[in-house]
């Protein structure tokens, strides 16, 4: 490993790791498991996945210049971690599309949709067995964390007095932690101890910094595949949204009507979308996402100039702009 541009050819690697690992002897026709790899393989395998997160293995790996071999296992262990948790968030919201495509749960049922995520975890896991042990047992508190954040989540879905706390503590352990499972494995396994604290506090402030702009782009209408204002009909936790309750008692009293509706039509969904811009929660959004961007950026510490980190800074540098244009235009 050299350059960023060695990236394509270690993500075709991991894309051949996931088609390999997916692809079980079937011939037992008569047990459930060419269904489990059919679904798993719907998703994992989807055409339209970003690979987000191998990329950005390859790009701590690259700082510290780790072993390929094992980021690869690490980052076909990311995709299974984060496969498993998007199977299960789509049984919890009840969702029907997904990379393109139909979700498991709607061209399957719940229940292959749940154990196939139960078993892309335990994949994940054992993809693991050969690298340090540190390396797994962070893995595991990674989705012991990703789980407790979706417990959370689910539960003040509806709520319109959810503290920013309660958002933090939910885009940590959704994103962030995953983030700094990452970063943190490309330094355990080049033995780089001085980049395990730098590098895991990347990952947790620009996980938060990646939720915050994931909510902005549902107000904003920049979410590719995702109708715009989809937090508000679904009764989701985002943070341009509770900073908008906190400012306007009005909001919140229009809102908790709305939630108490079996259904709203869209004009209502854009007529109160609208009143939550109109609050200037977006532009305290928009500044509170730089203030992350910039405690990620700091904690790289000179990592931030070695090739990976420096692609990885710019590639936060260029999130924050982006919502600048938008609001300049």
């Known amino acids: 490993m050299n350059s960023i541009a060695e990236q394509p050819a270690f993500l075709a690697e991991v894309e051949h790791r996931i088609d390999v690992a997916l692809s079980w002897d079937t011939e037992a026709s008569w047990s459930d498991l060419p269904v489990m790899a059919d679904a798993a393989r719907h998703l994992c395998l989807a055409g339209e996945a970003k690979r987000a997160r191998p990329r950005m293995v390859y790009m701590f790996g690259l700082a510290v210049q780790a072993d390929t071999d094992a980021l690869a296992d690490i980052a076909m262990a990311a995709e299974f971690i984060h496969g498993a948790s998007l199977m299960h968030d789509d049984v919890i919201d009840e969702g029907t599309m997904r990379r393109g495509r139909q979700t498991v749960n709607a061209r399957w049922d719940n229940l292959t949709a749940v154990l196939a995520g139960d078993m892309l975890l335990s994949e994940a896991i054992y993809g693991l067995r050969r690298w340090k042990r540190p390396i797994t047992e962070e893995a595991l508190k990674l989705v012991a964390a990703m789980s407790r954040a979706a417990m959370l989540e689910a539960h003040v879905r509806g709520r319109t007095d959810v503290p920013i706390q309660q958002w933090r ?6 994103t962030g932690a995953m983030f700094r499972w990452c970063g943190r494995s490309a330094a355990w396994l080049a033995g780089d101890d001085a980049a395990l604290d730098g590098f895991g506090q990347f990952g947790d402030r620009f996980g938060v910094a ?4 994931d909510d902005l782009k549902d107000i904003l209408g920049g979410n590719i595949g995702k109708d715009r204002f989809a937090d508000i009909r679904n009764a989701n936790p985002s943070y341009p949204l509770i ?11 229009d809102l908790e009507a709305a939630w108490r509706k079996e259904s709203l039509t869209p004009e209502e969904i854009n007529r109160i979308g609208q009143a939550v811009v109109d609050t200037g929660a977006v532009s305290r959004t928009y500044d509170m996402l730089g203030e992350e961007i910039s405690a990620a950026l700091d904690a790289l510490g000179p990592y931030q100039e070695r090739p990976g980190c420096a692609e990885m800074a710019a590639w936060a540098t260029m999130m924050w702009r982006g919502f600048a244009l938008e609001r300049a235009g």
């Open 243 to 253: 900073l908008a309750l906190q400012s306007s008692n009005g909001l919140r009293r």
């Open 169 to 174: 503590y939910i885009a940590l352990g959704k």
């Open 210 to 213: 990646f939720q915050m702009a």
